[in-house]
């Protein structure tokens, strides 16, 4: 069974920075696409940034600039570095990945982290 987990949450003022990890674990298992959504109070659930197998990118506007996704496919793992953070940058964020994993057979599911808290105030 794949599991995402996620570290690197915290509490930061306004400028700040926070680096967020996601890491998959299983037996045998191949990730595709990888990416962070996050949830706002009161707000639905959006994505953040992804990144394909081969390094493509993509942000939601508002973070454009700011954030950076990366990964590490040698470590089952997918970054976010959010730099110059504001105060509605404030969220659960959530690591997604699309993974073949071998012991269901053929095809992608999607998986999600547990969610890990941003907090960014003043």
């Known amino acids: 069974q794949v599991q995402l987990v996620e570290s690197g949450g915290g509490s930061v003022q306004p400028g700040g920075s926070l680096r967020l990890s996601c890491e998959a674990s299983g037996s045998s298992f191949l990730i595709n696409r990888m990416g962070w959504y996050r949830q706002g109070p009161g707000k639905q659930r959006e994505l953040v940034a992804a990144?394909?197998?081969?390094?493509?990118?993509n942000y939601v506007d508002s973070v454009k600039g700011r954030f950076t996704i990366s990964r590490d496919n040698a470590k089952n793992t997918v970054y976010l570095q959010m730099n110059s953070l504001k105060p509605e940058d404030t969220a659960v964020y959530y690591c997604?990945?699309?993974?073949?994993?071998?012991?269901?057979?053929?095809?992608?599911?999607?998986?999600w982290g547990q969610g890990t808290q941003v907090t960014v105030s003043s």
């Open positions: 990144i394909t197998l081969g390094g493509v990118t």
């Open positions: 997604n990945a699309d993974i073949e994993d071998y012991g269901l057979g053929p095809g992608l599911r999607g998986y």
